[in-house]
C-alpha cells in the first residue's frame, strides 16, 4: 500500500485543520477525550457543535451527495477523525444515526423514510437511539422478545429494551421487534423507526459505574407504530439489524488507534509531571515499561487499520481486522485506564470537577468507563468465539 495522501488529501487534512482550530467551543475542546453525554445542557451543546460541523461539510462526509453529504472515501473519513482528535474536538453526539441508521436507510429505506430522516440526522436536529438489546438478548440478540402485533395499519408494540444508549434525550429510535413468534428465531424479526414521544413508551434512566446515566431501560406498553416505520420486510429485520452492524464497525477498524493515541498524549504529558518518591512517573522503572507497551500496541493497532484499509482499497471484502481490532483495543483500553490510574496514585479515585482531579477528573471517569469498552458492541468472549471458528477454524465446543 501507499502510506503516503495524494495533493487533494492534504488539501483536505488543511481544510479541516484552519477550520477546526477557529471553530472548536472553548467550553467543548478536550471534552471528546473521556465525557458524558448524560445531561441534557451537555447534549444540547453538542447539538449545536454538531450543526456547525454540519454547516461546514463535515458530517456524514462518507454520505453521497444527493443525502446531503460529501461521498468521501474511506481516506478522508480517517483524516476528519485525526484531525478531530488533534484538536481536542469531540465528534458529532448523533453517532448511532450517522454510523448506523443513515447507512441502512440508504441501503433498506423507502424513499419517504430518507426523505422524512436523513437530513435531520445530519444536523442533529433529531437525535437517534438503537433499540435492540433486552434483558434476555445481548449476545445472543436473536432472542429478542419484544412483540409487535399488526392492528390495521399500525404494529401495536410490548416488551422491554435495555442499555439503550441517549434514550433520554433521543427523538427516535430504530428498535428490533418479534413480528412472528412461531417462525425460528432470526426469521420473525422486523426492524421499526419508533418516534420516543409516542404514548406508552417509558424511559428509566440506569446510574452506571461512572455515576451518569447515559444508557437507559425502555419500557413499550401498547406502542402504535405505523406500518410505514417498517425499514426492509416484515419479518426480514434480521438481514436489515446485520447491515446496522457492520456500519457500526466499518470505519471504527481504522480509527480505534486515534482515540488511544489521543489519551496516550495525555498518559505521557500527566506522567512527564507527577511527581513519586522523589522522581516522576515517567522516571519509573515499571511504569515507563508500561507506558511503552502502550504505545507499542497503539501502533500495532493503527496498523492493523491500515491492513483493513488496503483490503479495502483494493476492493476485497472486509476481513477478520474488525473483529481482532475491537477485542485488542478494548484490552488496551483497559491497560491504558489502569496505568493512567497508577501514574495518579490515590487521587485517581477524585471525580471532578476538582482541584485534586488531574485533566479534571476525566481519569476517573475514563477508568470506570473503559470496564464497559469489553462489552459494548460485541463482548470480547464473543469476539473470541468468532476468531476461533471462523478465522482459525477451531471447534465451536
Ligand atoms: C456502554 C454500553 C453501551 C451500550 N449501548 C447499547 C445501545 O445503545 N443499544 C443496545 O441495543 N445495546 C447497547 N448495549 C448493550 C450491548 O450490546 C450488550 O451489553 C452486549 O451485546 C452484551 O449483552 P449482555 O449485556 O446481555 O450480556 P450477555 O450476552 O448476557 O453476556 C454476559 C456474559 O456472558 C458472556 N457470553 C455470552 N454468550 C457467550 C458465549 N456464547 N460464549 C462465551 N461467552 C458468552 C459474555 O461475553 C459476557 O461476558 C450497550 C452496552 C454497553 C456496555
Redesign the pocket.
Known amino acids: 500500500m501507499d502510506f503516503d495522501f495524494t495533493a487533494e488529501q492534504h488539501a483536505f487534512r488543511r481544510e479541516v485543520r484552519d477550520w477546526l482550530a477557529a471553530n472548536v467551543p472553548a467550553d467543548l475542546k478536550g471534552r471528546g477525550f473521556a465525557s458524558s453525554r448524560a445531561g441534557r445542557e451537555h447534549v444540547d451543546r453538542l447539538r449545536r457543535w454538531q450543526r456547525a460541523l454540519q454547516g461546514a461539510g463535515f458530517v456524514g462526509i462518507d454520505w453521497p451527495a444527493q443525502y446531503g453529504g460529501r461521498a468521501a472515501s474511506i481516506l478522508e473519513q480517517v483524516i476528519l477523525y485525526e484531525e478531530m482528535s488533534r484538536a481536542e474536538a469531540p465528534q458529532p453526539v448523533n453517532r ?1 444515526g450517522l454510523s448506523m441508521l443513515g447507512p441502512t436507510l440508504m441501503r433498506h429505506g423507502t424513499p419517504a423514510q430518507r426523505d422524512r430522516h436523513l437530513a435531520k440526522i445530519l444536523t442533529a436536529e433529531e437525535i437517534w ?13 436473536a432472542n429478542l422478545q419484544t412483540r409487535a402485533v399488526l392492528d390495521g395499519d399500525h404494529f401495536v408494540v410490548n416488551g422491554q ?7 433520554h434525550v433521543s427523538d427516535w429510535g430504530f428498535f428490533l421487534v418479534r413480528t412472528d413468534p412461531a417462525a425460528p428465531k432470526h426469521k420473525g424479526i422486523t426492524f421499526l423507526l419508533l418516534d420516543m414521544k409516542t404514548p406508552g413508551i417509558s424511559i428509566r434512566p440506569l446510574t ?1 459505574i461512572t455515576g451518569e446515566a ?2 437507559n431501560e425502555v419500557f413499550l406498553e401498547n406502542v402504535r407504530v405505523p406500518v410505514a416505520n417498517v425499514v426492509g420486510e416484515v419479518n426480514g429485520g434480521w438481514s436489515v439489524a446485520l447491515t446496522t452492524l457492520a456500519y457500526e464497525r466499518d470505519v471504527l477498524t481504522m480509527i480505534r488507534h486515534i482515540s488511544l493515541r489521543t489519551a496516550l498524549e495525555r498518559l505521557v504529558a500527566l506522567a512527564k509531571r507527577t511527581k513519586r518518591n522523589g522522581h516522576t512517573a515517567a522516571g519509573d522503572p515499571v511504569l515507563r515499561q508500561k507506558i511503552a507497551a502502550l504505545t507499542i500496541a497503539e501502533r500495532c493497532l493503527a496498523l492493523n487499520g491500515y491492513r483493513s484499509l488496503t483490503r479495502i482499497l483494493r476492493g476485497q471484502p472486509p476481513g477478520p481486522e474488525g473483529s481482532t481490532a475491537k477485542l485488542f483495543w478494548s484490552q488496551v483500553d483497559q491497560d491504558l485506564a489502569e496505568t493512567a490510574s497508577e501514574v495518579i496514585g490515590p487521587y485517581s479515585q477524585i471525580a471532578g470537577p476538582s482541584e485534586w482531579a488531574p485533566d479534571e477528573g476525566q481519569w476517573e471517569f475514563y477508568c470506570l ?1 473503559a470496564r ?1 469498552s ?9 469476539l ?2 468468532i476468531l476461533g471458528e471462523r478465522v482459525l477454524g477451531l471447534p465451536k465446543d
Open positions: 448511532s437511539c438503537q433499540g435492540f438489546s433486552e434483558p434476555n438478548a445481548g449476545s445472543d440478540l429494551k435495555v442499555w439503550t444508549s441517549m434514550a452506571q447515559e444508557f468507563l464497559g469489553g462489552i459494548r458492541a460485541g463482548t470480547s468472549e464473543i473470541r468465539n
